[in-house]
C-alpha cells in the first residue's frame, strides 16, 4: 500500500490553503487528491469580484484568488493528483481514490484533511409541486454552463432563495442579456451579504421578495412559468396570495450542505445544525488523526475565512504527525440565546495556552444591539458589541492569551448573545 | 443623511452619509477609508467593477473570465458588456493579460482572470 504522511482530499481553496501551510510548517510529504480536471474548487466559476481583501488586501476574482494560492502550490512542488476522486476513508486513515491515470489506489496516510467543500440543496430537497420540465437548475450549476462553458440557460428567470449565489447569478444572468423578474425568499431576511443585494439587485431594480416562495412550476418539456405565494410565520404558504410569474428558468439557492459522506464513513460525529464535522479547536474530527476545513466543515461567507481556517488546519495536522494526539479531556463548547453553532464545537483541555484560538459562530435569526458573549464556569472571558447580527454574517471572536488559558481551563463553556433586541 | 451600504468588500458597513458634494460629505460607520471613498463615489458618480466572459479559442473552455481593471461609471456596463460579446482571444492567455483596452472610452482595461494553456 502506498503510504504518505498527508493526504488532503479536496483541491479547493481549503485545500490548497491547507496544503501550503503544512509544507511551511515543515511537512514536505503531502498529497492533495482533487477530482475535478483542475485546482481552484468553485473558485473557478466565481468569476466575480470582491475575493481576498483580507488576505491579500485587494480586491480579486474567484480565479484570480485561487491563482494566488495554486502558484504557492506550484512553487513548493507539493504533488497533487487532478481528476482523482476518493471514494472511502476510514477510521485508520486510510484513503481509496480512483482516477484514470492510477485505477484504485488506496493510500495509508499518517493524517487525512477532508476539504471537500460543499454542494447545493437540489429541487428534491424542497418539495416544489409541477412538472419537471427543463429551466429548472441550482444556482451553482447555471454558474458554471455560464460562466466555464459559455452557454445560456435562460431569458426570463426567477431566482429562488437570496443567498449569495442566488444573488450573483441574478446580476451574471441579466449581464447575460436575461430579465431576472423577481429573486423570491422565504424567510423574512436574506442570508446573503448586503452588498450583494445593493450590487446585484438593486442595481438593476431587480424585486427582492422576502416571505415568499414557489409553490408550483409549469411547464412540460420547458418550463412555462412558476406561482409563487406568501408564506405566514410558519412558514406554510397562504395560497390565496398566490401569483403566476411567467419564465422560462428557475435558479434554485436553497443553501449548500457539507458534503460529508467520506468522513461518515470514517466514523466522524456530524453535527446536525452545521452539517460538518465536530471538531476540536486543533481542527481535528472525533476521528483521530482526520481533520477538517472549509465548507466541508462548515459553509463559510468568505473564502478568505476559508484559507485562514484551512492553513490552521494544515498547521495542526503537521503537529499531529510529529508528535500524536494529546491525552485529555476535550469540554463541549455549549450555544445558547441565539447562537447557533460555534466551530471548533470542542475544546481541549491539553495546558496549550500559546497557540491561538477563534470561536466562529451563527446567530438564528436578525438581532440588534446583542454582545456576543462567552463564558466559562459562568464568568465573562469575552465580549463583542455588535449593532445587528444576521444569520448571513459569520461572527467571530479571536482569544488574547490569557483568556486562552481560563477557558482551556474550565470545565465549562458557553457562547451566548446577551442583552439587545430579539 | 442617506444610508448606503459599503459594497467596497464582502463586510457590507452600513454607512450614514451626511451632504451631497465632494466637498462636505461625512461618513461614519465606515470600518475602513474605503468606504468614505465609496460614499464620495457613490454619492457624486456612482462606479462599478464588472466582471464577465469572453470568447477564448484554442483553450479548453470556450469562455474566459475577465474584469475591468478599475471600476467604471455605472451607466457604462451594459456597453462594456457589449463589447465583452463582440471580443475572441486566443489561448495561451495569463491572469492580467489585457483582453480589451480602454474599454468603452473610460480609460481602463479589461483583463483576463484566468490562465488558460493552449489545448
Do not use: W
Not at chain 1, 87 to 104: E, H, R
Not at chain 1, 267 to 276: F, K, L, M, R, Y
Amino acid at each position: 500500500m502506498m503510504t504518505r504522511n498527508l493526504v488532503i482530499v479536496g483541491g479547493g481553496p481549503a485545500g490548497l490553503a491547507c496544503a501550503i501551510s503544512a509544507y511551511d510548517a515543515g511537512e514536505k510529504d503531502i498529497l492533495i487528491l482533487e477530482r475535478e480536471e483542475e485546482l481552484g474548487g468553485i473558485l473557478n466559476q466565481c468569476i466575480h469580484n470582491g475575493f481576498g481583501l483580507h488576505t491579500f488586501k485587494e480586491e480579486l476574482t474567484g480565479p484570480e484568488y485561487a491563482d494566488r494560492y495554486i502558484q504557492q502550490v506550484v512553487d513548493r512542488k507539493i504533488e497533487y493528483k487532478l481528476g482523482a476522486t476518493v471514494i472511502d476513508v476510514n477510521n485508520k486513515k486510510q484513503v481509496t481514490y480512483v482516477s484514470k491515470q492510477d485505477g484504485l489506489v488506496t493510500i495509508d496516510a499518517k493524517a487525512v484533511v477532508l476539504s471537500c467543500g460543499c454542494r447545493e440543496r437540489p429541487r428534491g430537497a424542497i418539495n416544489i409541486a409541477g412538472m419537471r420540465g427543463s429551466g429548472i437548475f441550482s444556482a451553482g450549476t447555471a454558474q458554471k454552463l455560464v460562466n466555464v462553458q459559455g452557454l445560456s440557460v435562460g431569458k426570463e428567470v426567477v431566482i429562488l432563495g437570496s443567498g449569495d449565489i442566488g444573488l450573483i447569478m441574478a446580476r451574471r444572468m441579466t449581464f447575460e442579456g436575461a430579465k431576472v423578474k423577481a429573486v423570491v425568499e422565504l424567510m423574512p431576511y436574506s442570508s446573503g451579504l448586503n452588498r450583494n443585494i445593493v450590487q446585484c439587485l438593486n442595481d438593476f431594480d431587480i424585486p427582492l421578495l422576502f416571505s415568499h416562495t414557489v409553490v408550483q412550476v409549469h411547464g412540460q418539456g420547458r418550463l412555462t412559468g412558476v406561482t409563487i405565494a406568501k408564506v405566514d410565520e410558519n412558514l406554510r404558504p397562504l395560497m390565496e396570495t398566490a401569483q403566476f410569474i411567467e419564465c422560462d428558468t428557475l435558479l434554485l439557492s436553497v443553501g449548500l450542505l457539507p458534503e460529508n459522506e467520506l468522513a461518515k464513513n470514517a466514523d466522524v460525529e456530524i453535527s446536525p445544525v452545521t452539517g460538518g464535522g465536530v471538531v476540536d479547536d486543533g481542527m481535528m474530527t472525533t476521528t483521530e488523526g482526520i481533520f477538517q476545513c472549509g465548507n466541508v466543515l462548515h459553509v463559510h461567507d468568505l473564502v478568505d475565512f476559508v484559507s485562514e481556517e484551512s492553513a490552521l488546519a494544515g498547521q495542526r495536522a503537521v503537529q499531529y504527525i510529529k508528535q500524536g494526539a494529546p491525552d485529555c479531556e476535550k469540554i463541549k463548547i455549549e450555544t445558547k440565546n441565539g447562537v447557533r453553532y460555534c466551530v471548533p464545537a470542542l475544546l481541549k483541555k491539553d495546558g496549550d495556552f500559546t497557540s491561538s484560538l477563534n470561536f466562529k459562530m451563527r446567530v438564528a435569526s436578525v438581532y440588534k444591539n446583542v454582545t456576543l458573549t462567552v463564558f466559562a464556569d459562568g464568568v465573562v472571558v469575552a465580549k463583542k458589541k455588535r449593532p445587528i447580527v444576521t444569520p448571513g454574517e459569520m461572527e467571530s471572536i479571536t482569544f488574547k492569551q490569557e483568556q486562552i488559558k481560563i477557558l482551556k481551563t474550565a470545565s465549562n463553556v458557553q457562547v451566548s448573545l446577551e442583552g439587545g433586541e430579539k | 443623511m442617506r444610508e448606503l451600504i459599503c459594497i467596497s468588500c464582502p463586510m457590507g458597513c452600513h454607512l450614514k452619509v451626511e451632504g451631497d458634494t465632494l466637498e462636505n460629505i461625512v461618513v461614519t460607520g465606515n470600518g475602513c477609508i474605503r468606504g468614505v471613498i465609496y460614499a464620495k463615489n457613490e454619492i457624486t458618480a456612482p462606479k462599478r467593477m464588472v466582471c464577465g466572459t469572453v470568447k477564448i479559442e484554442g483553450a479548453t473552455q470556450p469562455v474566459v473570465s475577465v474584469k475591468t481593471k478599475e471600476p467604471i461609471p455605472k451607466e457604462k456596463i451594459f456597453d462594456c458588456l457589449e463589447q465583452f460579446n463582440q471580443t475572441t482571444i486566443f489561448a495561451p492567455v495569463n491572469v492580467g493579460d489585457v483582453a480589451i483596452s480602454n474599454v468603452c472610452g473610460t480609460g481602463v482595461d479589461v483583463v483576463v482572470t484566468k490562465g488558460l494553456a493552449k489545448k
